[in-house]
């Protein structure tokens, strides 16, 4: 069984930054892609940053320029380096990794405050 599990959240003021990781373990090889998603109070999960695993990246445009995603494959891990951290995105951060052809997963959610 495939198992994600996150660190990194915190409460960091306005133009601060915040480092978060995810190592999934339960499986033999690399995911496909593995990505960053957020839920803030009263809002739909949105989609924050994915990156396969040949390195491709894709950022909502709302982080473009301020949050950097990467991967480590042999250790089957995720970061997300945050700056420039704006109220706005404080929420629940979630991780996700998918293998092809369908099998998902998600990591039990790690919280963001920005706030000052």
């Known amino acids: 069984q495939v198992q994600l599990v996150e660190s990194g959240g915190g409460l960091v003021q306005p133009g601060g930054s915040l480092r978060l990781s995810c190592a999934a373990s339960g499986s033999r090889s690399s995911a496909t892609r593995m990505g960053w998603y957020r839920q803030a109070p009263g809002k739909q999960r949105e989609m924050v940053a994915t990156?396969?695993?040949?390195?491709?990246?894709n950022y909502a445009d709302s982080v473009k320029g301020r949050f950097t995603i990467s991967r480590d494959n042999a250790k089957n891990t995720v970061y997300l380096q945050m700056n420039s951290l704006k109220p706005d995105d404080t929420a629940v951060y979630y991780c996700n990794a998918y293998w092809w052809p369908a099998s998902a997963y998600w990591g039990q959610g790690t919280q963001v405050t920005v706030s000052s």
């Open positions: 990156i396969t695993y040949s390195g491709s990246v």
